[in-house]
Structures are given as C-alpha cells and as structure tokens.
C-alpha cells in the first residue's frame, strides 16, 4: 500500500479486509482515520502514523514562551511550543513563573531578572488545577532572546553582559548558557 496522508475522519478501510490499528478506530465494520497522519499498513493492520503528535503538558516538559506580565513575586509566562517544537493538544495560555523558582539563591524582585517581552525556556515543575508552574534554575533554562527595557531593541551578549544593540543600554537577566544561539521562531 502506497503510503499517503489523511486526516481524522477519512474512511480508510474495512474491518472484513483489515485490522484497526494505532490513530485509528472501527465503527459499522468500517475503519476511520482518528488522526491526522500518514497511513500505513502492516500484516493486514491499518494504522495512521503522525509525524509531530501532539502530547499533553506534564511535569518535566521544557517550555519556550514569552514573559508578558509581571505582578510581584510572579511572572505570567505565555506559552509558544516545547523544546523540540513538541506541539500541545492543550494551551492553557499562561504559566505562572514564581520568584523562589527563577534561579538558585534569593531573587529579590522579578523584574531584576525577566523584562516583559523576554522570550524564556523553563521546565514545567508542578501541574496543580489545571495551572502550569515553571522554573529557571538550572543553566540551560532562562532568557534565551531578551529585549532592551528602554528601547525594545534585542539584546546581545558581550562579556557576560547584556547590551541593546542600539544604544548600548547595560541590563541583566537570568539567561539560558545558550543565550541568542537556541533555534526559535517566534
């Protein structure tokens, strides 16, 4: 079988000719696709393979997301993609990014380490009714494309110091070790 794509509810097959496989399911002797994904068939068996399934948050998942506000001692983190491009069935908008959890030591205020429009990588700590909370603590975690408070231009690294690549306004941030090196496109 000539391996093609179809999309959730396409008729694929029967059952008097072929198994229900995987991302796929039987009703009336006949057999849908219930995803999207290229169909495959193995030993008589009909499964519809996806090539980026997407996959619910969990405690663990490494996050790319945007800072867009910050109310002391929080910052309200919109969620974009997983690391690796993962794609979520579920958004729930923002995650919530505690001052306890940005980096190892006190943080005294949010502000001093995340600026509104920063674009962070977090881990997803703890799921609790339905609210995501991230932490930054480790080395790879962190702003990993920050802008200028004063003049929203980008900000680049020199010497361990983050500068506006328009006027040179000095800032700092928790960044990520790979700061202005991730692959994004946001």
Excluded at 5 to 14: E, H, K, M, S
Aim: glycine residues 10%; hydrophobic residues 35%; charged residues 30%.
């Amino acid at each position: 079988m000539e391996k093609k794509f179809v999309a959730p509810g396409d008729l694929i097959g029967t059952e008097e000719e072929y198994l229900a496989g995987a991302g796929t399911y039987s009703e009336n002797e006949k057999i849908y696709a219930a995803v999207g994904g290229k169909l495959e068939e193995k030993a008589r068996k009909l499964s519809v393979v996806q090539e980026k399934p997407l996959h619910a948050f969990g405690k663990g998942d490494i996050i790319i997301g945007t800072v867009e506000n910050v109310v002391e001692p929080i910052a309200l983190v919109r969620i974009h993609f997983g690391s690796g491009n993962a794609r979520f069935g579920h958004n729930p908008g923002y995650a919530v990014l505690h001052a306890s959890m940005i980096k190892k030591g006190y943080v005294k205020n949010v502000r001093d380490e995340y600026k509104i429009g920063d674009i962070i990588r977090a881990k997803i700590v703890d799921i609790r009714e339905g609210e995501l909370r991230l932490a930054t603590d480790s080395d790879e975690l962190g702003a990993i494309k920050a802008y200028c408070a004063k003049n929203r231009s980008p900000m680049k690294l020199e010497s361990g110091i983050l500068k506006s690549e328009v006027d040179g306004w000095k800032d700092s941030r928790k960044i990520a070790k790979d700061y202005r090196k991730a692959d994004i496109n946001l």
